[in-house]
């Protein structure tokens, strides 16, 4: 027995714990200058935090390449020129059609004077803007098929005969029917009313004979064709001021 319990405790004493080379005391060394060394490599960085701070400060407008004091108005961003829009309005209202503005005309000013128009309109009681916008669209339609018809082979080669360009210079050459409008606020329904949108209607008419002339030569021999339906364009929005 006395045997058989010195070989237990001999074998008892070999499964216990051993301690560490070149350590000098018990237990397990849990850490050490080495271990330090090798966990430093998966620290956490710094960059994404800085970098996020510049991004936000950029983006709070604090000088970054997003800030918004870099940014372009607005309307700018929407292709609505109004220094452009004023000045072609005022070459259509003076009948400067010779100036170089008229050639290139955009949607934005033809809305301009639609929303104008319904807006006068309203302001007597009239709810008339999707009238006006529609019928602006059927008419440059129509107007656009004319055109082309009376230009022949010609309107290939013209700048500015499309259907988006007949639908911006429907809508700059309504100035005349917008101005008629303000002015018809302030006169009663009757003879005056009915000569100034008479007027109101051949000036519109007129110009936007004039541009298309300008526009495509072969036309300038047709312009009074090509400003009998210009005309009646107009005259519907005239009538529609009027009753």
């Given at each position: ?15 216990g ?6 350590g ?46 870099d ?16 000045a ?55 107007l ?14 013209a ?18 029917i ?24 051949l ?41």
């Open positions: 027995m006395a045997e058989f319990g010195m070989k237990k405790t001999a074998s008892y004493g070999s499964m714990p051993t301690q560490p080379a070149g000098g005391g018990g237990g397990v060394e849990w850490f050490s200058a080495a271990s330090t060394q090798q966990y430093a490599n998966y620290a956490p960085q710094a960059t994404y935090s800085t970098n996020y701070a510049s991004s936000s400060q950029g983006f709070m407008g604090g000088g970054g390449n997003g800030s918004f004091e940014e372009p108005p607005l309307l700018e961003e929407l292709g609505i020129d109004l220094g452009g829009i004023l072609k309005t005022r070459a259509i209202l003076l009948h400067r059609l010779n100036n170089h503005t008229i050639e290139d005309l955009d949607m934005g000013g033809a809305l301009v004077f639609v929303f104008i128009l319904g807006g006068l309109h309203l302001l007597t009681g009239k709810l008339h803007f999707g009238i006006i916008l529609g019928w602006s669209v059927v008419h440059s339609s129509v656009w098929f004319i055109v082309n018809q009376l230009a022949g082979i010609d309107a290939q080669e700048k500015g005969l499309d259907l988006y360009s007949v639908c911006c210079l429907v809508g700059y050459c309504m100035a005349p917008a101005v008629f409008s303000a002015v018809a606020l302030l006169l009663p329904s009757g003879v005056v009313a009915g000569v100034l949108g008479l007027a109101a209607t000036w519109a008419g007129h110009t936007a004979a004039k541009i298309f002339a300008r526009r495509c030569p072969s036309l300038e021999d047709a312009q009074g064709l090509v400003m009998l339906p210009c005309t009646l364009l107009y005259a519907a929005f005239t009538m529609l001021t009027l009753y």
